[in-house]
């Protein structure tokens, strides 16, 4: 069975940063493209970052260089490193394996001024 598990939301201030981490089982991590999206309230979710499986990235324009993606294939894991975190980046923040269209529960991260 495969399963999806954010990790690493929390309450932060402005200009601090957090690391999310997606643990992916069901063996059918590596080789597998996965990205992060996040969804504020009362918004659509949105792309954030993406991640192949050959670990090339691409990200959203509001990134704008302050979070990387990353993968550990030897640990199924997926990373997203956010710095410079900004009041409008609070959100849930759901991982996804997009071939699969496979979802995370998501797990909140709330910036505060």
């Known amino acids: 069975q495969v399963r999806l598990v954010e990790a690493g939301g929390g309450l932060v201030q402005a200009g601090e940063s957090l690391t999310l981490s997606c643990v992916v089982s069901?063996?059918?991590?590596?080789?597998?493209?996965m990205g992060w999206y996040r969804q504020a309230p009362r918004q659509q979710r949105t792309f954030v970052a993406r991640?192949?499986?050959?670990?090339?990235?691409d990200y959203a324009d509001f990134v704008e260089g302050r979070f990387t993606v990353s993968r550990d294939d030897a640990k199924d894991t997926l990373y997203l490193q956010m710095n410079s975190l900004k009041v409008e980046d609070t959100a849930v923040y759901y991982c996804a394996l997009e071939a699969l269209d496979l979802w995370g529960q998501g797990t909140q991260v709330t910036v505060s001024s």
């Open positions: 069901g063996n059918i991590f590596r080789g597998a493209a």
């Open positions: 991640v192949s499986g050959h670990g090339v990235t």
